[in-house]
């Protein structure tokens, strides 16, 4: 027993694991009784054995496994986690434990699996049962039969899903195991318990006498509906009702309801498998069918019908098939053949139920048409093809087809299209079968019930009664009006024999019946459904009658007796209470009426009617109105009243006093009377004619008023507008037509004839009398307000001046709303119901629309054009598309038959010509205007393929579909999109342009809708998908439509839908639903009672734009309009909370933020090395794809779960783009914090990243852009190198993005490239970058192609890889590329490299065609004229790149980058100002216009002001220690530290633009310490360089070629002056030496060595304490060596042997006889010739006299010295001063000048200063002074202090920059410095620095440097900010500037020196200097 008391003292849970049996069987009681113990269901005791369950059910032994089963029956039953172990339980279940003989197990296994269902994880279940079933072992069969009838008896069919269950049963009927066989039976009984006979189609094909068995037990089970006996835990207080019921005594009356709810209607048909029978169709079945025998035909009927017998079918495209059908039943003579066909379609139709609803529109004629046939097995055929294909369809699509029919003059076929739509009827609910739809099918079936044949009357009574069962007596009677009694008795009998398919409840499953609808259950459904409607009619009056018109003048039109009272009227009338039948009276004689009249008038009344005296006649008139007040309504013989009143003279009175009141009785008269029609036609007459009169127009007006309220508007308007119409004075024409405009308003629209106004309205717009006309405008705003939009297309012909006045009305009412009637509804009783009206108003615009002349466009549709519409050959298709186009054009409106028009058109939506799919969508948008709300039919079959068309990839293609659907929409309504699977087809294609057009379009047009098919939860998986899908744009459109959805659908429904998700998915798709719930738009509501006319009468519904149903102000659906809203606020306020990290999810916010205090990176070590290791070992995949798959996701997403924080790696991998933001902005924060963990995860950030690429959502691409470049400056800043494998995985995508749309990005994405070039080397960016070259996107290839120039540009030939040659081949290829960007890209680049690398550029490019060459040829010549054209237009072109960035890249070579950032967003500012141009180059001016134009904020913090010991920078090397940054805290980052400015400069030097890298090398040599840097053999390169640029021809062909050789002139005096003296003098002997041998080198090259010799030579005195002796003497010997004296003297020129002399003299004469001690390191000095001469020299310079000596050293060195042996003094001064007075040669003049002085100062210059202007004086004293300041070295004034780095020109660092600049000012005036003295000190002013301490800085440094720029700064200021202490110091400790001081009294001394003649300008330049001073406060 040892072991026991070992596994005794265990934790329960390793019990449960142990090895020994007994040891688990321990383990189970005792977890058993901890399960029952645990009564928090969410305790964390349960997660400990999440992973044991399945163990304890599979045990191997027999008796723990009955205890494990217990105890996991238990855990299920309590743990909240439980169902997470679903799937490997119930399997664990099926295949361990339904296999044990023991019953208890099996029993056991079978709880445990019910109890997974109550806990909600019924599918899961269910599925490894299913699973089970497939078992070889019959023992597991069985046990899971059992199971899955246990589950369906306890929780019913609403759980358990029968479908798959079904599926397997006849598999199971056929088993050998007759176990299995009885199991299935006793299954399909439970399952026939729930869904009855929908169970006996899927089991027709079982073994017969199975079958048989199970008819018999089928008999047996209770007819009472089963109820659900076991809850899931989410209904709980559907259990409660239940055992309420139970508790109270069985079935309780109050089952009733959740009868219903608990047994879902089940059809047959979803049980079904689809068959696909398109493919079975015989080969030759098309031929066949064609065939000239009958036989053959019936063959090819036969096979069809033989595949239609599959209750179910698949979708497909079965248009042939159904043509070739209907071609057979409608031409076909023999009509055994005509039944087959009928019977295949019926066949087709029951099979593709509502997928055939789009072949309905054309098969339905046919079969009307065909019912003349009188064989009763064709009629029988024909009805049985009919009822099938009405239920695929609506009764509205095929209404236009039937009611064309029902005037056929066979009454066969009128017979059976009345008991048609009897049966059609059936179908129908009061919601289906609204008035619009009754009021033409009820005008025909009149016409029916009068017909002379028999069978026509009694199939007309049955089609009238079935519709007034169905829709009620209130909806169908004001159509009966006119019928009599009897008629009526018969209709109200047939419709009590009427049996409706189904009553109220069971709606929902309406159309999904079987073919005949099944009695047996009817009656007991339809009871409460009619007889409500009974009850409803009952308490209205009795049914109206009607007479028909009036003879005398009525209405013209005929055929509508019921005009008025379809139109609306009678729905007024009828609810007039009962006294108000229509009046109708006879004409009566003269006589009649004066008899009548008698009897109610006084006599005197009478007899004065006619009197000849006018005061007579209008006293009778006084008494007559009082008798008339007086009377009551039902003695006043209203036509007699009239009549006496028309009496001569009648209308013609000629008083208008008397007139007045004869108009006021007519009024009064037909307000108190039963005024008929007879009575109005009797005085309208006169109205009209009196309506213009001044005076009583007014009266005649509200007479007409009062018998529009009598006799209905709709019929007197009709009446006086004719007869305006009919008589010449236009006044009464103008005024009738305003009467009518304002009796619309107070009437309302409701069945006014347009039509007939129309007419009369177009009369009066041709009418000449302008009053007329504006009447007739004003007409047509009133109608318009109620219309809408469709009464324009009545006035299309109109001449363009009129429509433009009646659109200009109509933009007038836009807007507005129509006012309530006020007349014309006073009387009507309170029974009027509200609904009637409003739909009465909803037809209004029907009608108009109706009303429209209509042309049969059908036979214009032939089979050729058809044809020509599917030509092969795509100009053939245009040519058919036109003519439709035209067709439909001269149509303008047409009838809704066009033939074999919708499926020609179908096919050419998806061709593969774009322009043709853009034609076909704009003519069908022609065509949805065209043939208005009856396009309908056509939506199925054509609207829906416009939708497909949605998601076509071309931008205007998609915008083009999305105007077509809208065109149909708002013809149509959206119902007849919304029914069927078509929108939920279209939506299930994942194709994100459709999906994310799709669902923009639902979002916008389902809040609109009242109500909805239920189809459309059939889209909502795909929404759930849409949710999370790839595509950003799709998901934010899902999100957006979410709320709509839910609007419709409720959320529970939704909810519910999210059963069939993923887990993963499934709660994030709740969370999104409880979000959506939230914004949730409330549904639009019914207008409001009060309102009801108003809006409906506004404008209907389907005209009011969606905006008008929220801005109604006068009804409620005000409402719903803040909703919408709400949800995109909400929307937008999320995005706005994810930037700062707040609560966006669900979560509680506390734990939120304790998860983020972490590091987001978390270093793993080596895991980068590892995961490169996997990569290479191929253990992962390799990062490399076109769009990323699922499983890269995942792999990236697995890879940095250990890195990387999970709440962030939740952030960056959420469905939701804005969690992406929010990632973002996390690793921006942390970036600097965490730079270690940034670097040890950035392979898989730029992964990431990447990914990010192929998001569509433009913010995070901008976000991630933006976190690149703060990333690679980053990583710059820290030297890291990009391995191999990071850039393989990153760049080419990131390269993908060069190619975006977006301007911004497009730059960005550049940025970024240029920054990788310091991590990366260029020369392998240069391979990726080619790689981009070869993108099918054009911008790309572009953009790839100019950064290609830039990298060589910045780096020279070396960078192309594999070789230039092929590089450029390849660029070349680009040439001829059909983009233009492209070709011009590709010519730059090449002519870049031209620049570079000159001529050999040719050979390396090869062959290219001979356009190519010649374009090349072309471009290059073009920038040669004008070189800096190249730069400038770069900068132009991307301002965010000048060379100087693209050159920054040259430090890599260089040493390491520190940080870049500086000098990037220094350059930035450059290059954006780079291209303003001057007139004159005023290289060293001050740029007023510019600093005026920047109205940025000015740097304070200007870097000289921070005082810092830079003492560290002299040490040794170049690049300063990185500690450097840590001194300067608060130093702008702009400037942060010396070293990376230093490199920057340097790396300009590089720069393939010669302006840009003299200026660099200006900013070098003006620092001496920087300068003192160049070694020998640098300087020797860089002088062979400037000297050999001086002297190429090519640069004086530039436009500013002078000016380049001016600034190289002065840059090589600089060098001399500021490089180490040992090393340039050494560097200039060999240079000489090196082109004295050199025979190709040109005399003028030595030449210009050796001045710069003479110039060193001229510094020595102050220099020669500084030169290393030995070194230079070593140089010289070596000179000598070469060149011995003998072969020095045969030189051309003796200036060699002088210069050598001369500077040995001079050494001599320094050093005196120490210098022979410096030959140390000369071999052996014995042989040297140097020794020898030194020794001569020395020798006689003893001899001589200091003067004389003097004056022989310096003989030779300089310009003056050669001229003054060759002249006179005066000679020389003549020609300096030539030179100084011109423009070229100032400089040199005053150079040359300063040297004569310096030579022979006694020399007097005063006669040659006399002569000339005080400022030209002023101007040479000023040049000497300032040329003495710079040749002492002490000003050391800032080259490049002048240059603003926006100026265009060659930017020329000088040192006389202020003399240059007050010569070539602007307007040819010279203007001094003081003017930018003056200038400078405002500026300085302005950023805070002080102008009265100018000690203790260097003058014009400190002047000129650093206000001048404040927002530009330029790299020179950047320089001298660094270095101008660092001079300073040196100046202190070393003492070499020991008169310091009296520099700076020059210095200010040159600045101050004022010119006498000032400039004119300065007033202006004041000006100027004010308005930047008031711009920047």
């Not at 009056?541 to 007796?561: C, D, E, I, N």
């Amino acid at each position: 027993m040892g072991d026991d008391s070992e596994w005794m003292k265990l934790p329960i849970d390793q019990k449960c694991e142990h090895k020994l049996w007994k040891a688990r069987l321990n383990g189970y009681e005792e977890a058993l009784k901890l399960f029952q113990k645990i009564d928090d269901e969410k305790s964390p005791e349960w997660s400990k054995y999440l992973g044991l369950i399945k163990k304890f059910v599979t045990d191997s032994n027999a008796v723990a496994q009955l205890k494990g089963l217990e105890a996991a029956l238990a855990y299920v039953e309590n743990a909240h986690v439980a169902g997470k172990t679903t799937g490997e339980v119930a399997s664990g279940v099926v295949n361990k434990v339904f296999n044990q003989p023991k019953a208890r197990a099996k029993e056991l296994g079978l709880d445990i699996c019910l109890m997974y269902i109550e806990i909600e994880k019924g599918e899961a279940v269910q599925e490894e049962l299913l699973k089970g079933l497939d078992n070889k072992n019959p023992k597991i069969i069985v046990a899971c039969i059992e199971t899955l009838r246990k589950a369906l008896s306890e929780f019913g069919s609403k759980i358990i899903s029968l479908k798959p269950i079904i599926k397997v049963l006849p598999k199971l009927f056929e088993s050998r195991e007759k176990a299995v066989r009885d199991e299935a039976k006793l299954l399909a009984v439970e399952i026939y318990r729930w869904i009855r006979d929908a169970l006996r189609p899927p089991l027709q094909n079982i073994n017969s006498v199975q079958l048989k068995e199970l008819e018999e037990e089928w008999v047996k089970v209770s007819s009472a509906a089963p109820k659900q006996t076991r809850f899931l835990r989410s209904q709980q207080e559907l259990k409660a009702k239940f055992e309420q019921q139970q508790a109270v005594g069985g079935d309780a009356d109050g089952g009733g309801d959740d009868e219903e709810e608990a047994v879902p209607q089940v059809d047959a048909y979803e049980l079904l498998e689809a068959v696909e029978i398109l493919s079975k169709l015989p080969k030759d079945f098309y031929e066949k069918i064609e065939a000239k025998k009958w036989q053959e035909r019936k063959e090819a009927l036969e096979a069809v019908e033989l595949l239609v017998k599959n209750p179910k079918l698949e979708s497909g495209d079965y248009a042939d098939l159904v043509k070739v059908l209907k071609k057979v039943v409608g031409k076909d003579t023999n009509v055994m053949l005509v039944a087959l066909a009928a019977k295949c379609l019926a066949g087709l139709a029951a099979g593709l139920r509502k997928k055939f609803g789009q072949y309905a529109g054309h098969v339905v004629p046919t079969i009307l048409e065909k019912f003349k046939e009188k064989k009763p097995q064709v009629v029988q055929a024909l009805q049985e093809a009919i009822d099938a294909i009405f239920l695929t369809t609506t009764l509205q699509n095929i209404s236009e087809d039937v009611l064309a029919v029902m005037d056929n003059k066979n009454p066969t076929i009128k017979q059976q299209t009345s008991l048609f739509i009897a049966r059609s009827f059936r179908h129908c609910t009061p919601s289906t079968l609204p008035k619009s739809l009754l009021k033409p099918f009820c005008a025909a079936l009149l016409k029916h019930i009068n017909d002379s044949a028999p069978e026509v009357r009694d199939a007309g009574f049955e089609a009238l009664g079935t519709a007034l069962k169905v829709a009620g007596e209130k909806a169908v009677n004001p159509f009966l009006a006119d019928v009599d009694k009897l008629k009526l008795d018969r209709i109200k009998e047939c419709a009590e024999k009427v049996e409706l398919i189904y009553g109220k409840k069971t709606g929902g499953a309406a159309e999904k019946k079987e073919g005949k609808p099944i009695t047996g259950k009817a009656p007991a459904l339809s009871g409460s459904g009619g007889d409500k409607e009974t009850k409803d009619a009952a308490t209205k009056p009795g049914p109206l009658k009607k007479a028909p018109t009036v003879k005398s003048g009525g209405p013209p039109k005929k055929g509508k007796p019921a005009a008025a009272a379809g139109m609306g009227g009678a729905g007024a009338k009828g609810k007039k209470g009962p006294e108000t039948k229509e009046i109708f009276e006879s004409e009566l004689s003269i006589e009649v009426c004066e008899e009548k009249a008698a009897a109610v008038l006084p006599a005197s009344c009478i007899q004065q009617l006619d009197s000849g005296n006018w005061k007579e006649r209008l006293a009778c008139m006084e008494e007559f109105q009082k008798a008339v007040e007086l009377m009551e309504r039902s003695e006043m013989p209203c036509q007699a009243l009239v009549r006496m009143l028309a009496k001569k003279p009648g209308w013609k009175e000629t008083n208008f006093q008397v007139m007045q009141m004869k108009l006021h009785i007519v009024a009064l008269i037909a307000q108190k009377g039963n005024f008929s029609k007879t009575s109005a036609q009797v005085v309208l007459d006169g109205l009209v004619d009196k309506v213009g009169d001044v005076k009583c127009g007014s009266n005649a007006k509200e007479a007409m008023t009062a018998i529009a309220e009598a006799c209905q508007l709709p019929w007197t308007a009709e009446q006086v507008v004719a007869m305006a119409f009919s008589q010449k004075n236009p006044k009464n024409q103008s005024e009738t037509l305003n009467w009518l405009s304002n009796a619309i308003k107070e009437f309302g629209f409701s069945g006014l004839n347009v039509k007939a106004f129309i007419s009369n309205v177009k009369t009066a717009l041709a009418a000449t009398n302008p009053a007329v006309r504006t009447s007739a405008i004003t007409l047509l705003g009133v109608m318009y307000l109620y219309v809408g939009p469709p009464l324009r297309m009545f006035f299309e012909d109109e001449k363009p001046a009129l429509l433009s006045q009646i659109d200009a009305e109509f933009e007038k009412m836009q807007g507005q709303m129509a006012p309530a009637p006020t007349r014309g509804i006073s009387r009507h009783s309170g029974g009027g119901g509200d609904d009637g009206e409003e739909e009465e108003q909803e037809d209004v615009g029907n009608d108009v629309v109706d009303l429209l002349p209509r042309t049969d466009i059908g036979d214009k549709i032939t089979a050729e054009l058809v044809s020509k519409i599917g030509d092969k050959n795509w100009k053939i298709r245009k040519e058919g598309l036109d003519e439709v186009t035209s067709i439909i054009n001269d149509a303008k409106f047409i009838q809704p038959n066009i033939g074999e028009l919708p499926a020609a058109l179908k096919s050419r939506l998806n061709d593969s010509n774009k322009i043709l799919v853009q034609q076909t969508l704009s003519i069908l948008q022609q065509l949805a205007t065209a043939m208005g709300p009856n396009i309908k039919q056509h939506v199925k079959n054509l609207g829906i393929p416009v939708i497909t068309v949605l998601g076509d990839s071309k931008n205007n293609v998609r915008a083009a579909a999305l105007a077509t659907v809208n065109a149909w929409a708002e013809q149509t309504g959206m119902k007849e999109w919304l029914e069927g699977e078509d929108l939920s087809e279209e939506l299930k294609k994942e194709n994100p342009f459709l999906r994310q057009e799709l669902l923009g379009w639902l979002a916008e047009k389902l809040p609109t809708l009242r109500s909805v098919p239920s189809d459309l939860l059939l889209c909502v998986p795909h929404l759930y998908s849409c949710l999370e899908d790839r595509n950003g744009d799709v998901r934010k459109k899902a999100q957006d439509a979410l709320p709509f959805f839910m609007m419709h659908l409720g959320f529970e429904k939704m909810a519910k839908a999210t059963s069939k998700l993923k887990p993963t998915s499934k709660d994030q798709v709740l969370a999104m639903l409880e979000k959506a719930k939230a914004n949730m738009p409330a549904k639009p509501a019914p207008p409001a009672k009060a309102s009801s006319r108003v809006v409906g009468g506004a404008a209907p519904a389907k005209f009011q734009p969606a905006s008008a149903l929220a801005e109604d102000s006068g009804s409620n659906t005000m409402e719903s309009k803040p909703d919408p809203k709400k949800a995109k606020a909400g929307g937008a306020s999320s995005k706005a909370k994810g930037v700062q990290g707040k609560k966006v999810l669900s979560k509680p916010n506390l734990k939120e933020d304790d998860d983020k205090s972490g590091p987001i990176f978390i270093i793993v070590p080596n895991g980068k090395e590892q995961r490169m290791k996997d990569e290479k070992g191929l253990k992962v995949l390799k990062w490399n794809f076109t769009t990323p798959r699922d499983e890269y996701i995942e792999q990236l997403k697995t890879q940095m779960s250990s890195c990387v924080a999970k709440w962030l790696q939740d952030e960056m991998f959420h469905a939701d783009f804005q969690h992406h933001n929010k990632a973002l902005a996390v690793m921006i924060e942390h970036l600097e914090i965490e730079k270690d963990g940034v670097i040890s995860c950035l392979d898989l950030i730029l992964k990431w990243l990447t990914l990010r690429f192929f998001d569509t959502n433009t913010s995070v691409l901008m976000k991630a852009l933006e976190y690149l470049k703060l990333l690679f400056n980053l990583l710059s800043q820290e030297e890291y190198h990009l391995t191999e494998n990071e850039a393989s995985s990153f760049i080419p995508y990131l390269i993908l993005k060069v190619g975006e749309p977006k301007d911004v990005i497009r730059k960005d994405v550049r940025a970024i490239l240029n920054r990788m070039c310091l991590i990366y080397p260029a020369s392998k960016m240069f391979t990726f970058i080619m790689e981009g070259t070869k993108s099918k996107n054009s911008k790309q290839r572009a953009e790839c192609l100019e950064e290609l120039g830039c990298l060589v540009e910045s780096y020279g030939m070396n960078v192309c890889q594999p070789t230039p040659g092929k590089a450029l081949k390849e660029m070349a290829t680009h040439i001829g590329d059909r983009d233009n960007t492209v070709r011009n890209a590709a010519l730059n680049t090449i002519v870049t490299v031209y620049n570079v690398h000159g001529d050999q550029v040719f050979k390396l490019i090869g062959n290219l065609s001979e356009k190519d060459m010649s374009m090349l040829e072309e471009r290059i010549k073009r920038s040669a004229k004008r070189p800096s054209a190249a730069p400038v237009r770069q900068a132009e072109e991307k301002p965010q790149r000048t060379q100087n960035i693209s050159a920054n890249a040259s430090m890599l070579r260089k040493g390491p980058a520190e940080d870049m950032s500086s000098k990037l967003n220094q350059n930035r500012n450059m290059g954006s100002h780079s291209e303003t141009t001057h007139t004159v180059p005023r290289e060293f001016q001050l740029d007023l216009d510019e600093i005026e134009n920047d109205n940025g904020t000015v740097r304070c913090e200007m870097p000289a002001l921070v005082q810092h010991k830079l003492d560290d920078i002299f040490e040794p090397v170049l690049i300063p220690e990185p500690k450097i940054r840590a001194v300067s805290p608060h130093f702008d980052d702009m400037h942060s530290n010396t070293a990376s400015t230093i490199n920057f400069v340097i790396s300009q030097v590089a720069s393939g633009d010669i302006n840009t890298s003299i200026q660099a090398l200006a900013q070098l040599f003006q620092i001496e310490s920087l300068a003192r840097e160049a070694s020998t053999g640098v300087l020797k390169d860089l002088m062979h360089g400037l000297i050999t640029l001086m002297l190429d021809s090519r640069v004086e062909d530039l436009e500013e070629g002078e000016q380049v050789i001016r600034s190289v002139n002065l840059l090589v005096v600089k060098v001399l002056e500021k490089s180490d003296q040992t090393n340039i003098l050494s560097a200039l002997l060999v240079l000489l030496q090196d082109s004295l041998l050199a025979t190709a080198s040109s005399p003028k090259f030595s030449e210009l060595v050796m001045k710069c010799l003479w110039r060193m030579v001229r510094l020595l005195p102050e220099t020669i304490n500084s030169i290393n002796l030995d070194r230079i003497l070593l140089d010289i010997h070596i000179f000598m060596k070469v060149f011995p004296k003998e072969k020095l003297k045969q030189c051309k020129s003796e200036f060699p042997i002088r210069t050598l002399k001369t500077l040995l003299h001079t050494l001599c004469k320094l050093k005196g006889p120490k210098i022979l001690d410096h030959l140390t390191m000369i071999d052996n000095k014995n042989e040297s010739e140097l020794e020898a001469h030194l020794c001569r020299v020395m020798k006689h310079s003893m001899d001589q006299t200091g003067s004389k000596a003097d004056k022989d050293t310096e003989k030779g060195a300089s310009r003056i010295e050669e001229k003054a042996s060759k002249a006179k003094v005066n000679d020389i001064l003549a020609e300096i001063f030539k030179k100084i007075g011109s423009k070229e040669n100032t400089k040199e003049g005053l150079a040359e000048l300063y040297e004569y002085k310096k030579k022979y100062s006694d020399a007097d210059i005063e006669p040659f200063l006399k002569n000339s202007s005080q400022f030209f004086q002023s101007y040479v004293e000023r040049g000497l002074r300032l040329i003495e300041t710079e040749r002492e070295g002490k000003g050391r004034i800032a080259a490049s202090t002048g240059i603003s780095p926006q100026m265009e020109g060659t930017c020329v660092p000088a040192s006389t920059h202020t003399v240059s600049s007050s010569i070539g000012n602007t307007n040819g005036e010279e203007v001094g410095p003081s003017v930018y003295l003056e200038r400078l000190k405002i500026l300085r002013q302005r950023c805070g620095l002080d102008n009265a301490k100018q000690e203790d800085r260097p003058p014009l440094t400190s002047l000129l440097s650093k206000p001048a720029l404040p927002t530009v700064a330029s790299s020179t200021d950047m320089l001298h900010s660094k270095l101008s202490q660092l001079r300073e110091s040196r100046e202190q400790y070393q003492h070499l500037d020991l008169d310091s001081n009296q520099t700076h009294s020059s210095g200010i001394g040159t600045t101050l020196a004022s010119p006498s003649s000032a400039a004119a300008n300065i007033d202006d330049l004041k000006k100027r200097l004010e308005r930047i001073k008031s711009s920047r406060k």
